[in-house]
T-cell receptor, first 114, second 110 residues
Framework: KAGVTQTPRYLIKTRGQQVTLSCSPISGHRSVSWYQQTPGQGLQFLFE???????NKGNFPGRFSGRQFSNSRSEMNVSTLELGDSALYLC?????????????FGDGTRLSIL | DAKTTQPTSMDCAEGRAANLPCNHSTISGNEYVYWYRQIHSQGPQYIIH???NNETNEMASLIITEDRKSSTLILPHATLRDTAVYYCIVIGTSYDKVIFGPGTSLSVIP
């Protein structure tokens, strides 16, 4: 069974630009979450989607947004990029939105802002 | 959700059992204990989770104390490929309250 696939793996952008990251969950998984990982802050929750609806949102500015499609694939968008947005962005999927269902992570998109 | 406390680093001899402790003294009754590990440049890998009872799967065992204030992840026969950062987290009602701490950096030594 294929795991969570994130594209692209690496991305370089400049300040002020916007970026869209893509996530394909494990087949059959309907819940998708996004996380930001930096050396200073560790892993931080961005948002969670289930059946195309945002269920939870972390403490990030409105420049960070996401969506989920009917096939459960998800995208996240960051607008007006800042140097501090340089990070590893991780997507995780789970079968349902039950907390008794483990999340399975992709290998992330490493975003570098110049 | 409860915050967890783990040792910063641990060493384990190859072939021996690795016992990784986690303190979650403020855990609530409906919160699960989850363990993940992360090898450099990869995403976190799910290991095991539990609510009250001890759990075992093909990767590891999870021992949760009766008062649920702490738990131990056991890798029965550590190999070099088990060298990673291990995260213990508590998940309750929603992921926005989950706190990933710095985890425990486990080094398996030949």
């Amino acid at each position: 069974k294929a795991g969570v696939t994130q594209t692209p793996r690496y991305l370089i952008k400049t300040r002020g630009q916007q970026v869209t990251l893509s996530c394909s969950p494990i087949s059959g998984h309907r819940s998708v979450s996004w996380y930001q990982q930096t050396p200073g802050q560790g892993l931080q929750f961005l948002f969670e989607y289930f059946s195309e609806t945002q269920r939870n949102k972390g403490n990030f500015p409105g420049r960070f947004s996401g969506r989920q499609f009917s096939n459960s694939r998800s995208e996240m968008n960051v607008s007006t990029l800042e140097l501090g947005d340089s990070a590893l962005y991780l997507c995780a999927s789970s079968l349902e939105d039950s907390r008794n269902q483990p999340q399975h992570f992709g290998d992330g998109t490493r975003l570098s802002i110049l | 959700d409860a915050k967890t406390t783990q040792p910063t680093s641990m060493d384990c001899a190859e072939g021996r059992a690795a016992n990784l402790p986690c303190n979650h003294s403020t855990i609530s009754g409906n919160e699960y204990v989850y363990w993940y590990r992360q090898i450099h440049s990869q995403g976190p890998q799910y290991i095991i989770h539990g609510l009250k009872n001890n759990e075992t799967n093909e990767m590891a065992s999870l021992i949760i104390t009766e008062d649920r204030k702490s738990s131990t992840l056991i890798l029965p026969h550590a190999t070099l490929r088990d060298t990673a950062v291990y995260y213990c987290i508590v998940i309750g009602t929603s992921y926005d309250k989950v706190i990933f701490g710095p985890g425990t950096s486990l080094s398996v030594i030949p």
